[in-house]
């Protein structure tokens, strides 16, 4: 690597400063790369983090979460209700949450069993329908949350609640409370990305920062619908390196220039002067780390990449996992698109479920198995779920099912969970959360607690007053963790 | 019946179990564990008092909670409590994780029924839980909730010049005049005086050149063109500066540039993130705001326009417009229309009004009090569902699965509205005769498949389908292509009557009606109703509305009122910090007891009087500020006794280093490329344009008229700090980080804007030779970029690099250009102000 600042004592004189702004930056004591990746100024009214660890060891460094967007059905999938089979066709009184929302009243439903067959897996013996035949190999380091309720009838309201905890109101998002909880890990690369996330239902604000500063703003990947996996203005394929080289190194050399000519001390332009060094090492760091085609043949095949229906969502996973290994602290992983109805919304046809399901089962059983392979898991948590579930009834009586925040089903793995572990379960139809619910504040309460952090203390003073991704919410389900 | 042991408080008869029961054992062995098990989590002292009601002490439950009294003893069914743990209200289920088991919930109908008796004393003092800030008796307590100091002792004439140095020595109250404004001299009097107390000296007035630069983009969001740099420094008189001045104030891109900044102020956003809806209407709101800034409209007036227009009245068709578009700033939130229960979607959305305006003019975080009384400030509940109350009678939305926001015609020409008119009246026909026309062909469909005894076409189309059956030919054809001539002719009106000018904006519809208070902000859990009304804390005069008055206009005057503490104070500060990099009070948008105290409490005061005095002109203040001295300091090192006492600069004794905007930065690179499209206002959204996603803003215009689409911003203005389009931002935020250094390395439309200065900077040749000249070429970029010529070290870093010319790797000479005006681009020295 060639050296970027040949004037030794020039670079000595800045390494001191940045020592001394990572001591000082944020609270994030410790970690080396905070001021690096951004160093911010002046933004909001907070004066930074203040003590929001939890006190105990974090059982976890980072998240990967498999977002399912659109709605994945509990009854369909993991959450086996047999007493739904035996009684198709009937029709019951249910308090359907749109209905309940729009005239406050319950309406009759007529039941709906599951088109797909239900069988037992691993050590535990857990039901997974034969929608996941792959994932469901890895139920024994699986953690089943059959409780799961939240926010929002809708998919704007309720993704929104997903990332934000909140169903309209502008607030951060989960993966840059845990960025500016945690700071990040490796200085080159962005600590928060977003693979190819979905422009609708909330769009930016879902892998936003809000209020919080700019630099824990999740970082988009790729894009929906695309293939390639690239990060916006990372590289400049159209120049040779020689080139580059000169452009940067003339560049370096205007700055340093134009700062000695103002005769003074200024920690703004230094930054800026940092940031070029540091975003030309990542032009060199991070394309690696996004080029899959480094991989074996074997890995890419357990990540469904040999297959054209899989390759999609294979290609994410797997660079998650290299994201993952490079120190990336949140990686959310989407199956989604933009439209209205977006991926998992059957609300007219079902058996769609199997596609969606077809292209996410074998990427995500070959992430399980290969973070468990290289001992990922152990620090590493998944998180796999959509915004809500769906009615165990058909919706308007035909052939799919309407929306239910009321209960559904999500899973991690890994991270201090308990595995193979089974929390809370649903009605006997698989409708309402009865007992071990979980909202879905409680949900980001436990998995930032796995983090280290405590969602009561992990607070941004802005507009007046000190505000938290749980808002006055949330519990850690106690549980759940090993 | 077991006898009654009157007498005894520990042992009473079980209404139920007929069994008497040991009160004591009984709340030790049932209710005290079920208690600590089950509520003390979100229910004590300790932890926290959710909805206000405490379980750990009898105290706290006798108390109540926000809801109303907890326990009514003897009575299970007519208590909150009860209600909550049998689940039975859809609103209130305690626990909310899961429902008790019956037999716990049984204990506490019979602890309840008998009496509900609690041992435990209170381990504080009760009352702890009442957080409270200041109360409205005491709100003159804070500096910002009393009237304006006086302004006694300046006069508006100009003076002698007094050398400023020496201030210390003069009478802090005498007018200097070392510029030639009496208002910019006042200024410096009031910063000087501070500086004399704290010994500080202030720095000399910058170079000339420098001062040119940071006046263009304070106030045109623009550098200074090499010729227009030229013909202010060519003027050498006292005056130039002032002319200067006057100039950029004349230029339309003043308008521009201000109203961009209160576009950050009230959330201004052409698109709804969910689904990316487009609001096709939004523009006209910001081209009302570039005319009132660019013509100096009274920013009271704007005041009462925006948060009323639609109730005023102009004579005037072009003012009765401005004032109708003006109220788009209700509608402008980034609403989740999606929302499936309209009362909470209603109530959402009048939150979002409530703390944008109360922030935008007040300064007041008035959202802290949708659920409790405001911990801080003295803003009750009831305050806040009294202004809620005022915005409820206006309706900001037409409900539907995803509501619809409002758009209006806007009042045209008679002319022109009788043409719409009649295209509606035709429209109405044409849908009629279509109606008509359809059940006949359906009617004659029928019998056809009567005659034919086949199954009967599912829809009109299909019996007109493409092969109509050759007997009745003639008799349907006509008819059918009689419907396609009318459905196309339908087609084209709507498309006429869209082209018909709209506005977005909010309707006053519902009755005025006070609202009851929403407990614990729950629009399913209503309080006491509040009348209609303003903050109780101000002490200015507040009208009493009368029951047919909604109260909006009335809401308006009382902000835009002269003698309102805040709203003066809060837009002369929000001037000065535009000017100045930071604010006399640094919150700028919280002026609440959680926000700063002014660094100058009188000047922020004077400031805010010569608002007042002079017809709250925008312009008279900018005028008075950058003609200060305090504005023309230069940018120095800190001298060691600066450096202890005032290292942040708050007394003002050095100029602040700042950094151009991300839109000044696209607009440059622009104007130095050659492309900038200086026109005036409209729309750059395409006709009928139904989302926002991955829009190309490929209109060399200036930034403030790129669509602010929510999902897909324009190039550069996410990583640059761009305000959240969704969040009222007085003050955006300054980070420094690679992303940014990636787009200025790498982002095809960065790359695009040098290779078309560098096209553009190579034609020149033809004309002025010497720019062949690699030396001379890189003066006369960096005259456009920075404002100077280069340096000599520049020089010689540059000139080798655009003579490195290696014919086996690269390159031909314009592409050299154009890689040195892209560092150029992104170098310190055009990216930051001195």
């Known amino acids: ?482 | 019946m077991a006898a009654w042991l009157i007498g005894s408080p520990l042992l009473v008869v079980s209404l139920v179990a007929d069994e008497p029961l040991d009160l004591d054992a009984f709340f030790e062995s049932k209710i005290r564990p079920a208690l600590i098990a089950h509520c003390l989590d979100c229910h004590a002292l300790e932890s926290e008092a959710s909805g206000g009601l405490l379980l750990d002490s009898k105290q706290g439950w006798e108390a109540g909670g926000d809801s109303g009294t907890a326990i009514v003893r003897g009575d299970p069914t007519a208590s909150r409590l009860w209600q909550a743990i049998t689940y039975d209200d859809p609103h209130l289920q305690m626990p909310p994780d899961e429902k008790l088991s019956d037999a716990i919930i049984d204990d506490f109908r019979q602890w309840i029924a008998a009496g509900a008796h609690d041992p435990r004393q209170p381990e504080t003092e009760p009352g702890k839980k009442k957080l409270s800030g200041l109360p409205v008796e005491r709100a003159l307590e804070h500096w910002a909730y009393r009237p304006l100091e006086s302004t006694a002792g300046f006069s508006d004439e100009p003076s002698t010049p007094v050398n400023p140095l020496d201030v210390a020595e003069a009478n802090p109250l005498t007018p200097l005049a070392g510029s030639a404004s009496a208002a910019a001299s006042a200024i410096d009097v009031l910063i000087y005086e501070r500086l004399r107390i704290a010994k500080l000296e202030a720095a000399p007035e910058a170079e000339p050149a420098t001062l040119a630069r940071r006046l263009y983009f304070d106030l045109l969001g623009l550098p200074p063109t090499a010729e227009q740099l030229a013909e202010f420094l060519a003027d050498n008189s006292e005056a130039a500066y002032a002319r200067l001045v006057d100039r950029l104030l004349a230029s339309p891109r003043f308008g521009e540039t201000f109203a961009r900044r209160w576009m950050d102020v009230v959330r201004y956003g052409d698109s709804i993130t969910l689904r990316g809806f487009v609001l096709p209407q939004a523009w006209r709101y910001r081209d009302y705001l570039i005319d009132a800034f660019s013509s100096d409209r009274s920013f009271a007036q704007m005041i009462e326009e925006q948060l009323a227009g639609d109730l005023l009245n102009s004579d005037h068709p072009q003012e009765r417009d401005a004032q109708l578009i003006a109220t788009g700033f209700w509608a402008l939130g980034n609403t989740n229309l999606e929302q499936q229960d309209k009362t909470q979607l209603e109530m959402d959305y009048i939150d979002e009004q409530l703390d944008v305006m109360g922030r935008t003019f007040l300064g007041q975080t008035l959202g802290c009090a949708r659920c409790h009384d405001h911990k801080f400030d003295p803003i009750p509940t009831k305050d806040y569902y009294a202004l809620a109350g005022i915005l409820r009678s206006s309706v900001g939305m037409e409900h539907d699965n995803v509501s619809n926001w409002i758009e209006q015609p806007l009042p045209l020409p008679l002319e022109e509205e009788e043409r719409y008119e009649s295209l509606a009246s035709e429209r109405g026909q044409v849908v009629r005769e279509i109606a008509e026309l359809k059940k006949l062909v359906s009617a004659l469909a029928k019998e056809k498949a009567k005659q034919e005894a086949k199954p009967q076409p599912a829809t009109a189309s299909d019996a007109l389908g493409t092969d109509p059956p050759a007997t009745d030919a003639a008799v349907i054809v006509s008819p059918a292509e009689q419907l396609e001539a009318l459905e196309g002719r339908q087609k084209q009106l709507d498309r006429e009557l869209k082209l018909r000018p709209r506005y977005l904006t909010i309707a006053e519809r519902n009755p005025p009606q006070d609202i009851p208070i929403h407990v614990r902000g729950d629009v399913h859990n209503l309080g006491d109703v509040v009348p209609r009304g303003f903050m109780t804390a101000l002490q200015h005069a507040s009208p009493q509305l009368t029951s047919d008055q909604a109260g909006r206009l009335e809401l308006a005057r009382w902000i835009k009122a002269d003698n309102n503490p805040l709203t003066a104070r809060v837009y002369a500060n929000r001037v000065w910090s535009w000017l100045m990099g930071q604010g006399l009070v640094a919150s700028v948008d919280n002026f609440g007891t959680t926000g700063s105290a002014p660094s100058h409490p009188e000047l922020l005061d004077w400031l805010a009087r010569q608002l007042i005095d002079h017809e709250w002109s925008t312009k008279h203040l900018v005028r008075a500020i950058v003609m200060s001295q305090a504005y023309r300091r230069a940018v120095v090192e800190p001298t060691a006794a600066a450096s202890e006492t005032d290292p942040d600069n708050r007394l003002l004794w050095r100029g602040h280093a700042r950094r151009i905007s991300v839109e000044a930065m696209r607009d440059a690179m622009l104007q130095i490329s050659g492309e900038l499209d200086l026109a005036v206002g409209g729309s750059l959204i395409p006709n009928g344009l139904a989302e926002d996603y991955d829009f190309n803003h490929w209109e060399p215009r200036r930034s403030v008229y790129q669509p602010v689409f929510r999902n897909s911003l324009p190039q550069l203005f996410d990583p640059f700090d761009f305000a959240n389009s969704s969040l009222p931002t007085g003050q955006r935020a300054r980070s420094t980080t690679a992303p940014q250094a990636l787009v200025l390395m790498n982002h095809p439309w960065v790359i695009g804007r040098a290779a078309h200065a560098a096209e553009r900077f190579s034609a020149c040749i033809d004309a002025e030779p010497e720019l062949r000249m690699p030396a001379v070429m890189l003066d006369r970029l960096c005259l456009e970029c920075f404002g100077r010529t280069a340096t000599e070290e520049e020089r010689v870093m540059a000139v080798q690099f655009l003579e490195n010319l290696d014919e086996n790797v690269d390159s031909r000479p314009v592409e050299r250009l154009q890689h040195l005006i892209q560092i150029l681009f992104a170098s310190l020295d055009f990216r930051y102000l001195d």
């Not at chain 1, 190194?249 to 230094?270: F, H, I, S, T, W």
């Not at chain 1, 572990?421 to 607690?449: C, N, P, S, W």
């Open chain 1, 1 to 482: 690597m060639r050296n970027l600042s040949p004037e030794s004592a020039l670079a000595n004189a800045r390494l001191d400063r940045r020592a001394m702004l990572q001591r000082s930056a944020c609270g994030f004591g410790g970690l080396a790369a905070s001021a690096m990746w951004a160093s911010d100024l002046m933004a909001g009214e907070s004066t930074g983090a203040s003590t929001h660890r939890s006190g105990l060891p974090p059982r976890a460094k980072r998240i990967i979460f498999l977002f399912m967007q659109g709605g994945v059905s509990q009854v369909d999938s993991f959450d086996y209700k047999p007493l739904l089979a035996k009684r198709d066709g009937d029709k019951l009184t249910f308090s359907d949450a749109r209905q309940l929302a729009k005239i406050g009243k319950s309406t009759e439903q007529r039941l709906m069993q599951s088109p797909w067959k239900f069988q037992q897996y691993g050590q535990t013996g857990r039901w997974v329908s034969e929608l996941f035949p792959h994932t469901a190999e890895h139920v024994d380091e699986m953690t089943m949350f059959h409780g799961m309720h939240t926010e929002g009838v809708a998919h704007g309201p309720a993704t929104l609640f997903l990332h934000c905890g909140a169903t309209n109101f502008i607030r951060p998002s989960f993966g840059s409370w845990v960025l500016y909880g945690l700071g990040p890990e490796n200085a080159n690369l962005p600590g928060f990305v977003s693979i190819a996330p979905s422009a609708g239902n909330g769009g930016p604000r879902n892998y936003g920062s809000a209020f919080l500063p700019p630099e824990f703003q999740g970082t988009r990947i790729g894009a929906v619908g695309r293939m390639e996996l690239e990060i916006d203005s990372l590289t400049r394929d159209s120049l040779t390196p020689d080139m580059q080289l000169e452009n940067y190194d003339l560049l370096q050399q205007l700055n340093r220039a134009q700062l000695a000519r103002r005769g003074r001390v200024d920690r703004e332009l230094d930054a800026a002067i940092d940031s070029y060094e540091l975003a030309w090492n990542m032009q060199r760091v991070a394309p690696d780390v996004l080029n899959l085609n480094q991989e074996t043949a074997a890995t890419q095949a357990m990540y469904g990449l040999d297959d054209p229906k899989t390759r999609e969502y294979g290609n994410r996973c797997l660079l998650a996992r290299r994201l993952c290994e490079a120190g990336v602290r949140f990686i959310q992983v989407n199956y989604g698109d933009n439209s209205a109805n977006p991926a998992w919304d059957q609300h007219s046809n079902l058996p769609k479920h199997a596609d969606h399901a077809y292209a996410v089962d074998k990427p995500i059983a070959g992430l399980l198995a290969d973070l468990k392979l290289r001992g990922l898991l152990d620090d590493t948590i998944v998180w796999w779920g959509g915004e809500f579930g769906r009615t165990p009834y058909a919706q308007d009586n035909g052939t799919g099912r309407d929306h239910n925040p009321g209960g559904f089903t999500v899973w991690t793995a890994g991270g201090g969970f308990k595995p193979g572990y089974t929390h809370g379960e649903t009605d006997e139809f698989g409708f309402r959360a009865i007992r071990g619910k979980v909202h879905m504040h409680d949900l980001h309460a436990t998995l930032l607690h796995q983090l280290g952090l405590d969602h009561e203390q992990l607070t941004y003073h802005y507009a007046g007053r000190e505000f938290r991704l749980t808002d006055v919410y949330g519990r850690v389900v106690k549980d759940v963790i090993s």
